[in-house]
């Protein structure tokens, strides 16, 4: 399957929530949303006639790939003015997208139109998450800071933020627990926060060179994976 639509290269994807749609957001700015055909879907792969194998050196058939589904946007995004650098997908409607231009918008992706800007900081936005639970969203930023946003108060001032010591690449909330959230960052640190107190983070932990993605195995560990090539898995005493 190859899902063709962007003129430069794509920075961010995700599945939706049902699992039958992609979201893929790119440096030509735009957003890509794909429906991949079903399994027993008709089309050119699936009408294809088998064809001669080649045959290997002791004489039997050598496998051969077969032709991969070309797949269309099914809608186009627009909006943003700079690379789409992270996409969340709460929910089959509701999709969210972050952009180095500075902000965070709301699209309603089942009619392909944007519903609200929820972050005009304009700082780049790296990363981006949903809390179903709480309603919030919260963004990594360039400027070190993680900042939350109610996403039902359109385009209104953030509802907080917390620090870090360099960019943050990767914010991830637990889905067991609608106030912990976790952070990654250039500094090579994962915190933990409570969002119902934001004076410190519950944990510091100093884990990579550079982290590039977290996320949360369970309700008490975490992964993190980071430009020294490692994955790392923590268990939080919570």
Known sequence: LMCLGHSSSVESVIASPASDALASGGWDKRICIFRPPADDATGPAANAQPTKRARGSKGAPAPTAAP??????????????????????????????????????????????????????????LSVDVSLGSAIVATGHSDHLVRLWDVRSKGGAPLGSFSHKAWVSAVTWCSAREHLLISGCHDGCVRLWDTRSAKCALHDLERHEKILC??????????????DGVLRLTTLSL
């Open 68 to 125: 991969a589904v070309e797949v269309a946007p099914e809608a186009e995004l627009g909006g943003h003015t700079d690379v789409v650098s992270a996409l969340a997908w709460s929910t089959a409607s509701l999709l969210y997208s972050a952009s180095w231009d500075g902000s965070v918008r709301e699209w309603d992706a089942s009619r392909s139109s944007e519903v609200a800007t929820l972050s005009a900081c304009g700082k780049a936005v």
């Open 214 to 227: 977290v996320g949360w195995d369970g309700i008490d560990a975490i992964l993190s994976g980071g430009t």
